[in-house]
């Protein structure tokens, strides 16, 4: 491990920062001299050199420092302390009673394990991994001999923002992979799939859905391949729709339906726009509406047009829905706080013109923990809302 720099905070901000303990440190908060490299292990100091946390530093990006530790011991982050952190993140995961249910979890949840920038999802034999600072690349190798020695893997993918960047770094290439939840079973592309190829973080959101099924028709939009859809087969649902607007994972939705024997359900499929679909659906046929789009902003001075987005949908939905009708629906934006949506869907709900109650507050489940400290590790909310 290299060594381990000394960095100082302005005056007056080690107070704060130490109160709050958020472990994103932006540039401003540093004094001008501050020199690091990007990547390096840093010591955060106050003004008068007395240490504060560890972290991990980038010169490149406005969050300047990472913080994985708190405190004014003074920490050696080698070997056996990333080891040992890593073992700490394996030990929840397995205390936790509803991955007896499934087959594939996630590992390493970033700052949510004190392991900022690294990020692990297990589909059976095949772990995929997303390293996203220039601290979490050079814990590469200690991840690798982690994961290699500890869990029975057949390959590892290193997912990047570029497919074309993406590649095997350990194993054989295992390019599809049959994951298993709650009985229910799905074929994951481990190369060209959303996110690490699944939504893993909607388990136990699926599930719920799957208890208010039985003898309901259920629209699903921004359907993926099909999780929501087939676990409201599952439950019963007597009639389906599913909007997506990639071919290829509008395929694998029609196969996962397959896989689990849903195919006599009725089903359409539209390869589609969903905002465009919602304007073709028929009003008050559809007792169960989901609506879990990809995240319409990863930056702040994108939420304004977020929020329209966000509303707009909501809004749609709820004007198709018949009275006592079902309204499935989520953001994982990070930027739109669990308050900031639920104002949005009053606000939608108020153009709509339809009274709502809310039956269920919905979030990611415990393998995706979340540092209380850090409110941007929350980016799944959603809820679950009745219409009158």
């Not at 890593?86 to 590992?107: F, G, I, K, Q, V």
Request: contains cysteine.
């Amino acid at each position: 491990m290299s060594k381990v720099r000394r960095v100082r905070l302005r005056p007056g901000k080690a107070e704060k920062i130490r109160q709050q303990r958020h472990p994103w440190l932006f540039s401003g908060a540093f004094a001008p001299d501050t020199i690091a490299e990007s990547g390096d292990t840093v010591c955060v100091c106050d003004e008068h050199g007395q240490p504060l946390a560890y972290g991990h530093w980038d010169a490149e990006s406005p969050i300047r420092c990472r913080v994985f530790s708190w405190g004014s011991a003074k920490l050696q982050p080698n070997e056996t302390f990333w080891q040992s952190q890593l073992e700490r993140a394996l030990h929840l995961r397995r205390a936790l009673p509803d991955l007896r249910l499934t087959n594939s979890y996630r590992l390493i949840n970033s700052e949510g394990d004190a392991l900022p920038g690294i990020v692990v999802d297990v589909y059976d034999k095949v772990a995929v991994v997303q390293l996203r600072t220039p601290g979490a690349e050079r814990l590469r190798p200690t991840l690798l001999r982690f994961l290699t020695s500890h869990l029975s893997l057949k390959g590892i993918y290193l997912r990047r923002e570029s497919s074309s960047a993406s590649e095997w770094i350990w194993g054989e290439r295992t390019p599809e992979v049959l994951l298993e939840e709650h009985g229910l079973f799905f074929k994951v592309s481990i190369e060209t799939g959303q996110k690490t190829g699944f939504f893993l973080d909607q388990r136990h959101n699926r599930q719920l859905l799957r208890y208010y099924s039985q003898g309901r028709k259920v629209a699903n939009f921004f359907a993926y391949t099909g999780g929501f859809t087939v676990y409201a087969a599952a439950g019963g649902a007597t009639e389906l729709l599913s909007v997506e607007i990639m071919p290829e994972p509008a395929h694998l939705l029609l196969e996962n339906l397959r896989l689990n024997g849903f195919s006599h359900i009725p089903h359409t499929l539209w390869v589609e726009d969903a905002f465009d679909a919602l304007q073709k659906v028929e009003k008050d046929y559809w007792d169960i509406i989901v609506l879990d789009p990809p995240a319409f902003t990863h930056h702040q001075d994108a939420v304004p047009q977020a929020i329209r987005g966000y509303k707009e949908i909501n809004r749609r939905a709820l004007r198709l829905l018949p009275k006592g009708g079902l309204l499935f629906t989520f953001s994982c934006s990070a930027h739109i706080t669990p308050q900031l949506f639920r104002d949005i869907l009053l606000s939608a709900a108020m153009d709509a013109d339809r009274p709502v109650q809310i039956l269920h507050f919905l979030h990611a489940p415990p393998d995706h923990p979340i540092d209380l400290f850090h409110p941007q590790g929350e980016y799944l909310k959603g809820f679950v809302l009745k219409v009158e």
